[in-house]
């Protein structure tokens, strides 16, 4: 039983680049969620979903997109990439109902020069 | 939490002692709260949840205490160890929008021996 799992760890990319961040997870949650980390704040949340084919914004949406065509999967795309995007992103995922907490991948670092 | 930009509070605590840590949360609507611990290089990992309908929560070496009327949580650790050395994080949300944690800050911990 992995848990969540993010892939890669680490990436560089150049301004204007596009790639996707990987999360699988293989717990059969219906939950997924997308968060970015920056240093000194909390974890924001950028998209979420509740079930294969159902997605919606978080809070920091903006130059971010996602799809759920499995329940396992929830890819991250960065279309047009920015400084503003260097950070590390947290993919989560969790039963959708109570007493069922978030559960995190390890993170994938990314920086954009 | 309230955000205080690139430098978490840091609570330093002797190992064997008991650690408080506390959080402030915004919303008077979230009705459930979550605290993270997370280490460097790593994602948050759970510790203890409480739903609103309760005040105290009690798990291996932790305690979560949670007052509504000033809109205040806390985590109290028994017999710090080295190991808890890490930042840890309160999260907030209402059921009715299930996943839509909003972080605090984070408080670093740093256990001395």
């Known amino acids: 039983n992995a848990g969540v799992t993010q892939t890669p760890k680490f990436q560089v990319l150049k301004t204007g680049q596009s790639m996707t961040l990987q999360c699988a997870q293989d717990m059969n949650h219906e939950y997924m969620s997308w968060y970015r980390q920056d240093p000194g704040m909390g974890l924001r949340l950028i998209h979420y979903?509740?079930?294969?084919?159902?997605?919606d914004q978080g809070e920091v949406p903006n130059g971010y997109n996602v799809s759920r065509s499995t329940t396992e999967d929830f890819p991250l795309r960065l279309l047009s990439a920015a400084p503003s995007q260097t950070s590390v992103y947290f993919c989560?995922?969790?039963?959708?109902?109570?007493?069922?907490?978030?559960?995190f991948g390890n993170g994938t670092r990314l920086t954009v020069t | 939490g309230e955000s205080v930009g690139l430098h978490l509070p840091t609570l330093s605590v002797q190992e064997g002692d008991n650690s408080i840590i506390n959080c402030a949360y915004s919303?008077?609507?979230?009705?459930?709260f979550i605290w993270y611990k997370q280490e460097s290089g790593k994602g948050p990992q759970f510790i203890i949840d409480?739903?609103?309908?309760?005040d105290k929560r009690q798990g291996q070496r932790v305690t979560v205490l949670l007052n509504k009327t000033v809109k205040h949580l806390s985590l109290q650790i028994a017999a710090t160890q080295p190991g808890d050395s890490a930042v840890y994080f309160c999260a907030e949300m209402t059921t009715d929008s299930w996943g839509k944690l909003q972080f605090g800050a984070g408080t670093q911990v740093v256990v001395t021996p």
């Open positions: 409480i739903r609103s309908n309760m």
């Open positions: 979903s509740v079930g294969a084919g159902i997605t």
């Open positions: 919303n008077s609507a979230s009705d459930y």
């Open positions: 989560a995922s969790s039963y959708e109902r109570e007493g069922s907490p978030l559960h």
